[in-house]
């Protein structure tokens, strides 16, 4: 069986007068992501993992911040151009485990609701997609509520 393994992790700065999505869906906080896109830090880290799977490169390669076209694009729309990429060359998904590193809001109370946008997305029953939340207990820029931090991991095997 041919599997690959894709990392990926990405960041964004937290900003009052922001929206905060994570994993697609709207968190109403008193501040949000800043990014060239909705700033999604959950969907970008998964689409990293699976270009970095295939040896891709990453998410600025192929959706730049200097193309004024994803200016504030629905990083939805950036996880389902990924995958579409990723399934043409031949790969389902495994599985994915991600973590969610934010001191507030708390985020135990959407996780599925995160798991079932990103599960339809793509095309993969909501068992294999893991979410978990994680604070930094008051620590570095996530634990002064600076920044947000995702990492996610991917397993992808070869269509048959």
Not at 91 to 113: M, R, Y
């Amino acid at each position: 069986m041919d599997i690959r393994i894709g990392y990926g992790y990405d960041v964004h700065r937290l900003e009052e007068g922001e929206e905060l999505w994570i994993g697609g869906v709207l968190f109403p906080h008193k501040k949000g992501a800043l990014g060239h896109s909705d700033a999604d830090v959950l969907l970008h880290a998964i689409c990293d993992a699976m270009f970095g799977a295939l040896a891709m490169r990453d998410i600025g390669y192929h959706f730049p911040d200097t193309d004024p076209a994803y200016k504030g694009i629905d990083s939805k729309r950036l996880l389902i151009e990924s995958w579409e990429k990723v399934s043409e060359k031949g790969w389902n998904i495994g599985n994915l485990d991600t973590t969610i590193c934010l001191q507030t809001p708390k985020l135990s109370p959407s996780i599925d609701a995160m798991r079932a946008v990103i599960a339809e997305i793509l095309c993969i029953n909501i068992d294999k997609v893991s979410i978990k939340a994680t604070t930094t207990e008051k620590l570095g820029f996530v634990g002064t509520e600076d920044g947000i931090s995702a990492h996610a991991v991917v397993l992808l095997n070869k269509k048959a």
